[in-house]
């Protein structure tokens, strides 16, 4: 009859072997995917943010140098005065113009033009009806006109070739005839995609384009979006246009991550985009091979555990198992077994003193007592909540977390109002029956996680783990409400007073705890029957 028992073990053996090991694996793969996901994914967020601060860092460089190229120009006294100084002057200006073109390869045109409608430009010849006082480049400064008014990054179209162009413009000022004109440095937009893109490669699918304050966009390498509104392009699903952001959107049904950072000399918006799902998807590919790996390694693992554990421990078990039914049940010589050298042998070695009863009953005995002695160790004989030894571990471990994580945690202190007067008159039977229900309804009424003791005599101190001061003192409340609506079991209405208090940070655990003492203190001192909470 025996028989069967064991092999039913050895198989419930190996199916909790089998369980724990799926259970193992998809622990850890809960954990890698909780930590590894966010972990890549901030990688790759943390590289488009390398990218965008390298394009930014150029293009800021890029305009820079523009931006002081046009600033000397304008500075020189000839330039705005063209129109009315010989024909050397003139050759002069357009040779300095050739110059600051052949030194920076980024100009595109420098030009200048003045209020009699005269152009001054090296190598282009207008096209027929080209009024200088109309062109956008001239208006933007010349509309309202102000001394060194500087316009970076103007978006406007070519009149002969209508390609798109962004233009610095400076406008031109002379002590004796006042504003006189503009001078101009166009840069080729396709050029600065072309540039900036070479900057932003890593993903396939990367790109950068810049907008302006407006969120026009003036840098795009599908120059058909050039000069159309960004929001007029995309929905965003998370975040919002602003310097130092992560935001995502669709653009095309495509969903993308872009990062956003601003050049403070010309105010511009430069998004560095990449598509999400060449982001996630080599993550999740990556997961999953890593998901099947461990859940693989973790069965493989547990099979051969459960094969040796059945060879090793649970066979000789079974033979055991057999002879000790020999031994109970039989009066006949019992023949002798042969178990491996090991922990199983000296098992078999001593199955008499095993089977001997006395023992076994002692040895539970002794393991009751132990428990009762551990649980008296640490709690109250009267209450049976945490005596003051224990309350004192509990609040030095949670000062030592608190130092570490700065998690908050409060402490309440409670104190029996006339408690000496109620055993003075009622006797201390009915003061321990007091104490004994106190602590019940207290306990019934408060967390389970949270820790719960007498602090000493008729005092008792909850310590409220991860809670804010406010929280403690409406719990406190709260008690101080129930006791005084409960109905003890001694002929007389019974109300505590409850000192509050929340760790704060460089307060030692006894500062604390004298502060909160002080609270209880308080809290009598004001008429008992309430709380203080400082």
């Excluded at 998809?26 to 890549?40: A, G």
């Excluded at 050397?88 to 050739?98: P, S, V």
């Amino acid at each position: 009859m025996g028989t069967h028992k064991p092999q039913k073990l050895s198989r419930l053996m190996f199916f909790i072997l089998v369980l724990f090991s799926l259970l193992l694996s998809l622990s850890i793969s809960f954990h890698f995917v909780t930590f590894y996901f966010p972990q890549q994914l901030a990688s790759a967020e943390q590289f488009l943010r390398e990218k965008n601060n390298v394009v930014t860092v150029y293009i800021e460089g890029y305009f820079k140098e523009i931006v002081d190229s046009i600033t000397i120009l304008a500075g020189d006294p000839d330039l705005p005065v063209i129109p009315w100084v010989r024909q050397d002057q003139k050759e002069r200006i357009l040779h300095t113009f050739k110059e600051f073109q052949s030194a920076n390869a980024n100009i595109y045109y420098i030009y200048a033009g003045y209020i009699d409608g005269s152009l001054l430009i090296n190598n282009y010849e207008p096209p027929p009806g080209y009024d200088v006082t109309v062109r956008p480049w001239y208006r933007a400064v010349m509309d309202q006109p102000e001394k060194g008014k500087l316009v970076t990054g103007l978006l406007y179209r070519e009149a002969k070739t209508n390609e798109l162009l962004l233009s610095t413009i400076h406008i031109l000022e002379n002590p004796r005839r006042g504003f006189t004109g503009a001078v101009a440095i166009d840069s080729y937009i396709e050029s600065i995609s072309s540039l900036i893109q070479a900057r932003s490669s890593f993903y396939k699918t990367s790109y950068s384009f810049i907008c302006n304050s407006q969120g026009e966009l003036l840098v795009h390498p599908r120059q058909e979006l050039v000069g159309k509104h960004i929001q007029d392009l995309i929905s965003f699903t998370r975040g919002k246009i602003e310097p130092a952001q992560f935001i995502e959107y669709t653009f095309e049904n495509v969903h993308k991550i872009a990062y956003i950072s601003s050049i403070p000399l010309t105010g511009w918006l430069i998004f560095t985009v990449v598509n999400k799902q060449e982001i996630t998807g080599p993550i999740i590919h990556n997961m999953i091979f890593y998901i099947l790996l461990v859940i693989i390694l973790c069965i493989g693992f547990s099979l051969i555990m459960a094969a040796g554990w059945y060879h090793w421990f649970m066979k000789p078990l079974i033979l055991l198992h057999r002879q000790l039914e020999l031994m109970v049940n039989t009066t006949e010589p019992i023949p002798e077994l042969t178990f491996p050298h090991n922990e199983i042998g000296e098992i078999a070695k001593n199955i008499e003193k095993l089977t001997a009863t006395a023992l076994f009953n002692k040895n539970r005995e002794l393991a009751q007592k132990n428990a009762m002695l551990e649980h008296l160790a640490v709690h109250d004989f009267l209450t049976g909540q945490y005596n003051r030894r224990k309350i004192d571990e509990l609040l030095q471990l949670e000062y030592e977390r608190y130092q570490r994580y700065r998690e908050p945690f409060s402490l309440i202190m409670i104190d029996i109002d006339h408690f000496k007067q109620l055993n003075d008159t009622l006797g201390h039977h009915s003061g321990d029956l007091v104490l004994q229900e106190l602590a019940h309804l207290v306990r019934s009424h408060i967390r389970n996680a949270d820790a719960f003791g007498r602090w000493g005599g008729e005092e008792f101190l909850i310590i409220l783990f991860n809670t804010p001061g406010p929280e403690a003192a409406h719990l406190a409340e709260k008690l101080c409400g129930l006791v005084a609506s409960h109905h003890f079991s001694v002929p007389r209405a019974l109300t505590i007073s409850l000192g509050v208090g929340e760790m704060r940070p460089g307060e030692s655990l006894d500062v604390f705890l004298c502060r909160v003492d002080d609270n209880l203190y308080r809290a009598k001192e004001s008429g008992r029957n309430q709380i203080y909470f400082e």
